[in-house]
């Protein structure tokens, strides 16, 4: 994927922010846009996209061809008549710096009821007749969703392996009857998959006119408890009562004596194989209809993946796992063309995944938080060792904010000693030749100059946050996610100054200021 010099802003919608208890895909995503072009950068990168559940982790969706209600925009549906200003006007308000899932989930679920049951009256005939041609063109994924969706509301919310055995196991009869019996949730479920949609795809072109490439996320595996899986349980090991027989995860290592144990059901590569990877090319078809550019989390596992039965309580006795290696990015080509793939490569890498990844013209990642320490990985990612074709990130949404690492002590989460702490502090020190005062700015500067051809930095790094702007921890189940940054906080002096060092990196803008006017019916930030 050849690129030039450029440089973004890794920031997801649910952190903008707004007055309904969530970050939208409304006027704030557009205004940040246009703060996007005046601070000179061309990169929007997002988390994935899809809707949540438990945890409210966007890597833990439960469709991967959905997108989330949560990002619809009421600004959006107050404006094309379809919310009335009286039910927006009895919208529960929220605080605006952090996102409070637990309480926003069910208003906006609420809200978003009224606005389905009022669809046919408030929305005109070419809207509908838009409704009806979008249920018709996304069949393939939309019906298992809706009546997924439909069916686990009617079991209490609980996973589908614990719903009664003619759902979990999909009789024809079965689903029939539950179609006819919750047409009204599966239809509510299928408007707001139409809303967000809509939403989106307004976005993106406003996105396309201004420049800005928006940079998407899909993991590698999906969730257990998903229509993915319980719609397509061929594909992956499952057993007869729908419990994966193994699953996924990564062995013990630097970080983790004890591995990573992440649950999710593993693939049938074979039978992906002889059916042409035709699930995979349409998961990817999907996805580049949303954004131009995807990052592809735990891409090694294409070559290997650390397989590990499902009775094991720890990812410690697993095994190495041969994957579909070349053949599916092979299939992936002759099906959509050219792949603008990001290879989420960090880690313990082998030389094999290397391989894959160069075969293809995949940029990997390198994050400056691991280039300093004494972990056999930190000389690989200091600046000086980047190929061009590289991806280089201050941190990414699982590492603590530039300021809350470089200032963390032992013993509050780390599992660093406070000599390796101090010795990795003056070794930064040493290489950006600070004295760490802005130690974000220093070492945003050092991604922007770095050979890589893109750099990335999450906005929390801008704006100069402590650990308290950290978007998640890994392996911590509550408390993630929840980040949003406060309007005012984009200020013309933080946007002159993150233009000027990537202009100085020779990372240029290249565009007249009337290129990017304000969208006119959109607030400043």
């Not at 809200?111 to 009806?132: I, K, S, W």
């Not at 290592?253 to 002889?274: C, I, K, M, T």
């Not at 999450?458 to 189940?477: A, H, I, K």
Request: glycine share 8%; hydrophobic share 40%; proline share 7%.
């Amino acid at each position: 994927m050849a690129a030039h010099r450029e440089s973004g802003i890794l920031l997801h919608p649910t952190s903008l922010p707004g007055h309904y208890g969530i970050g939208e895909v409304g006027p704030s995503a557009y205004a940040f846009v246009d703060w996007l072009c005046r601070a000179g950068q061309h990169l929007w990168q997002i988390l994935p996209l899809g809707p949540t559940s438990y945890g409210d982790s966007p890597y833990q969706s439960l469709s991967t061809f959905a997108g989330n209600p949560l990002l619809i925009s009421f600004d959006l549906l107050l404006e094309d008549g379809l919310l009335a200003p009286s039910r927006a006007a009895q919208f529960p308000r929220f605080p605006g710096e952090t996102v409070d899932f637990g309480a926003v989930i069910p208003a906006r679920k609420q809200a978003l009821g009224t606005v389905c049951r009022g669809f046919n009256q408030r929305a005109g005939p070419e809207r509908r007749a838009a409704f009806d041609r979008f249920c018709a063109e996304q069949a393939s994924w939309l019906d298992d969703y809706a009546l997924f969706v439909a069916l686990k509301e009617a079991h209490g919310l609980r996973a589908w392996t614990e719903w009664a055995p003619e759902y979990r196991n999909r009789e024809a009869g079965a689903l029939r009857r539950a179609g006819r019996k919750l047409q009204i949730a599966v239809r509510n479920a299928k408007l707001q998959q139409y809303l967000f949609f809509d939403h989106w795809h307004r976005l993106r072109e406003y996105c396309a006119r201004h420049s800005i490439r928006l940079i998407g996320d899909i993991p590698i595996f999906v969730a257990h408890d998903s229509s993915d899986v319980w719609a397509h349980r061929e594909l992956f090991y499952i057993e007869d009562d729908g419990l994966p027989t193994v699953i996924a995860g990564v062995p013990p290592d630097y970080f983790s004596a004890d591995g990573q144990r992440w649950g999710n059901p593993l693939y049938r590569w074979e039978v992906h194989e002889e059916t042409g990877y035709s699930w995979w090319i349409e998961r990817m078809r999907s996805v580049f209809d949303l954004v131009d550019i995807v990052r592809i989390d735990h891409f090694r596992g294409f070559e290997a993946y650390w397989e590990i039965a499902a009775a094991e309580e720890t990812a410690i006795h697993g095994r190495w796992v041969p994957g579909p290696k070349h053949r599916i990015f092979e299939a992936l080509e002759g099906a959509l063309g050219d792949l603008p793939i990001i290879a989420e490569d960090l880690g313990v890498i082998t030389p094999e995944v290397e391989a894959l990844r160069d075969r293809f013209g995949f940029p990997g990642m390198r994050v400056l938080q691991f280039a300093f320490g004494s972990d056999p990985m930190a000389e690989d990612y200091r600046p000086e060792a980047f190929p061009g074709n590289t991806v280089c990130y201050t941190g990414t949404h699982d590492n603590d904010t530039t300021r809350g690492w470089f200032w963390s002590e032992a013993g509050k989460g780390s599992t660093r000693s406070r000599e390796e702490i101090e010795s990795e502090r003056r070794t930064i020190l040493e290489y950006v030749g600070t004295d760490g005062t802005e130690i974000h700015w220093d070492l945003i500067s050092v991604a922007a100059h770095s050979p890589a051809d893109r750099a990335i930095y999450p906005l929390q790094d801008l704006l100069g946050l402590d650990t308290s702007g950290r978007m998640n921890v890994p392996g911590e189940p509550a408390g993630n996610w929840g980040w949003r940054f406060r309007p005012g906080q984009l200020t013309p002096e933080l946007e002159q100054r993150i233009r000027a060092i990537c202009a100085s990196a020779n990372r240029p803008d290249g565009r007249e200021a009337s290129e990017y006017c304000p969208f006119p019916e959109v607030s400043a930030l």
